[in-house]
């Protein structure tokens, strides 16, 4: 039986990171962010390396590698906020 996990627990709020002191024109946002794209990882392969556009299209991935390596957990994860810091 394959080992998927559809939907990861919540996320508890995290406190807010203080910018102060830094130039805005240092924090930019990516083209993509406020996208939101699903990934799939295994603790046990390498790091994701594909965006899926859709949940559906990540689950299909997910049952993908699950049949190609039996044994092995696949989950699905929402990525919903992007950021990415410059200097």
Same mark, same amino acid.
């Given at each position: ?6 939907? $990861?627990?919540p ?19 990516p ?11 295994? $603790?046990?392969?390498?790091? $994701? ?39």
């Amino acid at each position: 039986m394959w080992n998927i996990t559809l939907d $990861p627990a919540p996320v508890p709020a995290r406190p807010t990171l203080s910018l102060k002191g830094v130039a805005p024109k240092a924090i930019k946002r990516p083209p993509d962010a406020g996208v939101e794209f699903f990934f799939v990882w295994s $603790p046990a392969r390498n790091s $994701p390396r594909v965006r899926h556009a859709s949940r559906d299209l990540a689950i299909t991935e997910a049952d993908r590698l699950a049949a190609m390596f039996p044994g092995t957990p696949f989950d699905v994860f929402a990525a919903r906020r992007v950021r990415r810091c410059l200097r």
